[in-house]
């Protein structure tokens, strides 16, 4: 945010969303430690340890499935956006709960050894050339690193120093993280199932995950860009476009653009919101203010700024309406340059 | 046992390294390059545990943005085409994962009882 950073930035809604998540993961530890140990698999006696390794382990999955699935919800149906606003926060606790069953694991199976433990951990099993008994450990390990470095840069200055699209890249590891950590339980945990409980819930929550990302990504894919006329672009005819919101182009380099009707003018800005490049041009204008729909950055479509006190910009865009058509121009102005904004013939405008 | 504590020093290197980096970056870096950070002291302890992973990314930021090298417009591509080979990557290993761990587990489909297949001290 373009005020001074503070450690966490709470309002009501996350509120009710940490209580909501924290109070989840108390229902899911005390069912599974205490209510169904028949159908989890745990009837053989096994030691407190093991159990909370294990409770805490199925708990770090079942949230990673679910914070795996917000996204192409969110990107499906804009009623599980509220569930996207603070999905970090989530994936933080996500974070914890897996350093939580990484420490039941390492304190009790490498705790007795001479060696130091860590070392015993990637030294008491090197099977690396069977399938059967593989050393599973290293994909737990290699999942809880990408879950760490992720709760680790999810404080919003890391958003605003590494850039929005640095960040995301950085963040694409939670897809890397959840396929390291269902081939972690498919050799691991799930060799030792007498009971199909628990394999049903992985195999269901896994394969529901890769389904809905491939879904989310087959209908939202945006193959063929417009008709573009030297450095004019193609966005649309006057009457495609409705006050108070915008229409949005795929520049042929790449970049989107988000050309908003207000007050029967057109403004065009960048379509990335300087936070998260989140998609401005679903936003709606109120005040002459378009609102990002992710986390409520504000610009003037005019000119690309935050109001103060904030100070983050985004690109403007020259639109010009040549034969009857709207057109942008493709170079990009600099963040937070004004632009006039471009009126439509009267008889095209509605409401 | 060597390879194994070879990896463990690394990774005491690594944060060793971090932490070296993270210093002179929380107390004078961060206000050069950031003014939201400017006299705010309280969240910058947070930071830490991310240097000390992704201290090459922090080098590298820090001096893109000392040296002014990066290209404004680059903060506003959105990443979004990565999406479909992201998902059909993790996919894929799913439905790998998932069909070589069924496929080794000894009591699927159901159980049986253990039989003795030799005598004893055979």
Redesign the interface.
């Known amino acids: 945010?373009?005020?001074?950073?503070?450690?966490v930035q709470w309002n009501p809604n996350k509120w009710l969303y940490d209580a909501i998540m924290l109070g989840g993961m108390a229902v899911f530890l005390w069912v599974f430690l205490y209510v169904s140990p028949e159908s989890l698999s745990h009837e053989r006696p096994v030691n407190p340890q093991i159990h909370n390794a294990r409770a805490f382990g199925a708990c770090a999955f079942v949230m990673l499935t679910i914070i795996l699935a917000i996204g192409p919800l969110a990107r499906l149906d804009d009623r599980f956006l509220p569930l996207l606003y603070n999905r970090r926060h989530f994936g933080v606790m996500t974070a914890f709960v897996g350093v939580t069953h990484a420490g039941y694991i390492l304190n009790w199976y490498f705790a007795f050894s001479s060696?130091?433990k860590?070392?015993?951990l990637?030294?008491a099993n090197s099977s690396f050339g069977q399938?059967?008994g593989f050393p599973f450990e290293v994909f737990g390990i290699f999942a809880l690193t990408c879950l760490?470095?992720l709760a680790?840069?999810s404080?919003d200055?890391?958003l605003?120093?590494?850039?929005?699209?640095?960040w995301?890249?950085?963040h694409?590891l939670i897809?890397?993280a959840?396929?390291?950590a269902?081939?972690h339980?498919?050799?691991g945990i799930?060799?030792d199932?007498?009971n199909h409980v628990f394999t049903v819930i992985v195999?269901v929550g896994?394969?529901s995950?890769?389904?809905l990302?491939?879904y989310?990504?087959y209908a939202t894919?945006e193959n063929s860009v417009g008709a573009a006329s030297g450095s004019w672009f193609d966005v649309g005819q006057p009457q495609d476009f409705r006050e108070g919101f915008a229409k949005i182009a795929l520049l042929p380099s790449?970049?989107?653009v988000a050309v908003f009707l207000m007050e029967g003018q057109l403004s065009a800005i960048?379509?990335?919101c300087?936070h998260q490049?989140g998609p401005l041009g679903e936003g709606k204008i109120i005040d002459c203010l378009v609102t990002c729909p992710w986390h409520g950055f504000q610009y003037d479509v005019r000119n690309g700024q935050s109001p103060a006190p904030f100070?983050e910009q985004?690109?403007t865009y020259r639109l010009r309406i040549e034969n009857g058509t709207v057109q942008v121009h493709t170079d990009?102005n600099?963040?937070g340059t004004p632009v006039d904004p471009t009126p439509l013939p009267v008889s095209e405008i509605t409401a | 046992?060597d390879?194994?504590?070879a990896?463990?020093m690394f990774i005491q290197l690594w944060g060793v390294i971090g932490a070296v980096v993270a210093l002179p970056f929380l107390v004078f870096g961060i206000d050069r390059?950031?003014?939201?950070?400017?006299?705010?002291y309280?969240?910058r302890p947070?930071?830490i545990?991310?240097i000390?992973?992704?201290w090459p990314?922090?080098l590298w930021?820090w001096w893109q943005?000392e040296s002014e090298s990066?290209a404004?417009?680059?903060?506003?591509?959105?990443?979004r085409?990565?999406?479909?080979i992201?998902?059909?990557?993790?996919?894929t290993?799913?439905?790998v994962?998932?069909i070589?761990?069924?496929?080794?587990?000894?009591?699927w489909p159901a159980?049986f009882a253990p039989q003795q297949i030799s005598e004893a001290g055979q």
């Not at chain 1, 605003?160 to 640095?166: D, G, Q, S």
């Not at chain 2, 390059?33 to 705010?40: L, M, P, S």
């Not at chain 2, 070589?100 to 009591?107: A, E």
């Open positions: 945010m373009s005020v001074k950073y503070i450690p060696s130091d860590y070392v015993g990637l030294y399938i059967a760490l470095i680790c840069t404080h200055f890391w605003k120093f590494l850039t929005a699209p640095v995301k890249r950085l694409y897809y890397a959840y396929a390291s269902v081939v339980v498919c050799l799930l060799q199932q007498q195999l896994a394969v995950v890769s389904a990302h491939l989310a990504w894919r790449g970049d989107r960048s379509n990335a300087a490049n100070t985004v690109p990009a600099a963040p | 046992m390879f194994a504590q990896i463990v390059i950031d003014e939201d950070a400017r006299d705010a309280v969240f947070l930071l545990p991310g000390l992973m992704i990314l922090v930021r943005i990066s404004w417009m680059s903060r506003y591509r959105v990443v085409k990565a999406h479909g992201a998902a059909m990557l993790m996919a290993v799913v439905v994962a998932i070589f761990g069924l496929s080794v587990r000894q009591t159980d």
